[in-house]
């Protein structure tokens, strides 16, 4: 028979707010994973034996998607690698120790190149002007030529959902074309396999579990502060169309996905000139009618009627 000496006290129960928080914070998280695993998924974004190289810039969208990957990992269909790259962009009073100090405690494999391409934006680009073209460009140089020098079979980005809305709006606006941020891309050599396995979550979302989880957030400083920057402009205004009218940017994200090209204008998406032709019927000339000048032959030869 035991004696209440031998009995250990009942833990304290914790909290209710601190119960609810853990609760709110788990159903994020399993939310998060069910529409990274879609989309990857959707897109087949990761095959069996890759090796995913997840760009980690010290941001929110980043780190979240790199806990999410190691989470999916681990129950996942197939086996893949996962390693953290980072580009220290020798950006003044860059904290060079908060990603290797986080990496390590986590236990992920990680590696941090260095590449001074502050000096280079900051000495071509001039004052005022947008720097994030440029910044962007070389980032992506110096990532991509490490992912081919390493054999990494996927390139792994932390863009979400409202990234792809905002790209779209983004050349919508300024550039006269609909395209966007695809969720899973080819890059322009044929060499690099690009994916977002974050494609379907709201940025919302991955702020609040960036938040829960503490990530040691590192702001960009570099840009950040550029309040003039196009892409600033669509954000204003998709979150003033979320606070107007909720679901207008969900609504938007799921039309990327259901393109109907015999309704747009694009003849290289869709032969409209077959449309309608009867069979064997000659295909029209499209130059001709682009200038009077058939007209004023026909005129010249036959008279004017």
Known sequence: MRTMSNVLPLPEPAPRHDRSAAHQAERLARRLRHQAGRAIADFGMIDDGDRVMVCLSGGKDSYTLLDILLQLQKK????????????????????????????????????????????????????????????????????????????????????????????????????????????????????????????????????AYAQA?????????????????????????????????PGRVETIAHALGDVRPSQLSDPKLFDFLALGSGDGAAIPDAHAWRTDETHNDRTAVHGER
């Open 76 to 207: 996942a269909p197939v086996s893949f690698s996962i390693t953290a790259v980072n580009l220290d962009q020798k950006q003044p009073g860059f904290p060079a120790h908060v990603l290797p100090d986080y990496l390590r405690s986590i236990g992920v494999e990680y590696r941090i190149l260095e590449q001074d391409t502050y000096s280079v934006v900051t000495r071509v680009v001039p004052e005022g002007k947008t720097m994030c073209a440029l910044c962007s460009r070389l980032r992506r140089g110096a990532l991509y030529g490490y992912a081919a020098e390493h054999g990494y079979t996927k390139i792994a980005l932390g863009h979400h959902r409202d990234d792809l809305v905002a790209t779209f709006f983004l050349n919508l606006f300024f550039h006269a074309r609909l395209g966007g941020m695809p969720p899973k891309l080819l890059s322009d050599d044929g060499r690099h396999v690009v994916i977002r396995p974050l494609a379907y979550a709201r940025e919302a979302d991955i702020a």
């Open 213 to 245: 989880k503490a990530f040691p957030i590192i702001p960009c400083n570099l840009c950040g502060s550029q309040e003039n920057l196009q892409r600033k402009q669509i954000e204003r205004m998709l979150a003033a169309w979320d606070r107007e009218t």
